[in-house]
T-cell receptor, first 116, second 114 residues
Framework: AQKVTQAQTEISVVEKEDVTLDCVYE???????LFWYKQPPSGELVFLIR??????QNEISGRYSWNFQKSTSSFNFTITASQVVDSAVYFC?????????????FGGGTRLMVKP | KAGVTQTPRYLIKTRGQQVTLSCSPI?????VSWYQQTPGQGLQFLFE???????NKGNFPGRFSGRQFSNSRSEMNVSTLELGDSALYLC?????????????FGEGSRLTVL
């Protein structure tokens, strides 16, 4: 069975601070996909990134960066110079490759509050 | 390009009733999946449809059912509602069942069971 753990349920930072959201996963599969989604108050989940299990390159997209470490089964997400608009709930998710990115298993989410 | 559209956005039902939720995927998307989000259980996979066929189903009782139409629109139904069915029901679509990229989510249908 697969499992995703986001130990931080809530994080509060002041604008312009850097913040890292942790994600630890468990799976028996050797090939899988990892995702991060953002959920603003409106409710929809907004895709941020997908990583497959054989690509451990870290990725940077503007103020966002992701650190994937297979050795520790972690896929952490860092926001640099946080902004109020970053306030949302962030979900890490896992999908086995045989499910082709469907049937996502989500972590419990981390609520990020960025204060001005 | 219009996003995933879910109707109704909000609804209130009483225990024992049944409810039908609708999802219109992004134009051209043929794979639709449903998720339930509750404060206690978080986000859980319900079902996935492609070409009018249910491909996968999550660990939910038989009271939860769904279908997909030939135009890729999907509906889910919950019969004999229980208080614990109160949740945000999210629909997601993607181009094709084999596509491993992102799922596009709608804003959800928030169901309250009294």
């Amino acid at each position: 069975a697969q499992k995703v753990t986001q130990a931080q349920t809530e994080i509060s930072v002041v604008e312009k601070e850097d913040v890292t959201l942790d994600c630890v996963y468990e799976t028996r599969d050797t090939t899988y996909y990892l995702f991060w989604y953002k959920q603003p108050p409106s409710g929809e989940l907004v895709f941020l990134i997908r990583r497959n299990s054989f690509d451990e390159q870290n990725e940077i997209s503007g103020r966002y960066s992701w650190n994937f470490q297979k050795s520790t089964s972690s896929f952490n997400f860092t926001i640099t110079a946080s902004q109020v608009v970053d306030s949302a709930v962030y979900f890490c998710a896992l999908s086995e490759a045989r499910n082709a990115g469907n049937m996502l298993t989500f972590g419990g989410g981390t609520r990020l509050m960025v204060k001005p | 390009k219009a996003g995933v559209t879910q109707t109704p956005r909000y609804l209130i039902k009483t225990r024992g009733q049944q409810v039908t939720l609708s999802c219109s995927p992004i134009s051209g998307h043929r794979s639709v999946s449903w998720y339930q989000q509750t404060p206690g259980q978080g986000l859980q996979f319900l079902f996935e449809y492609f070409s009018e066929t249910q491909r996968n189903k999550g660990n939910f009782p038989g009271r939860f059912s769904g279908r997909q139409f030939s135009n890729s629109r999907s509906e889910m139904n919950v019969s004999t509602l229980e208080l614990g069915d109160s949740a945000l029901y999210l629909c997601a679509s993607k181009q094709d069942v084999a596509y491993t990229g992102e799922l596009f989510f709608g804003e959800g249908s928030r169901l309250t069971v009294l």
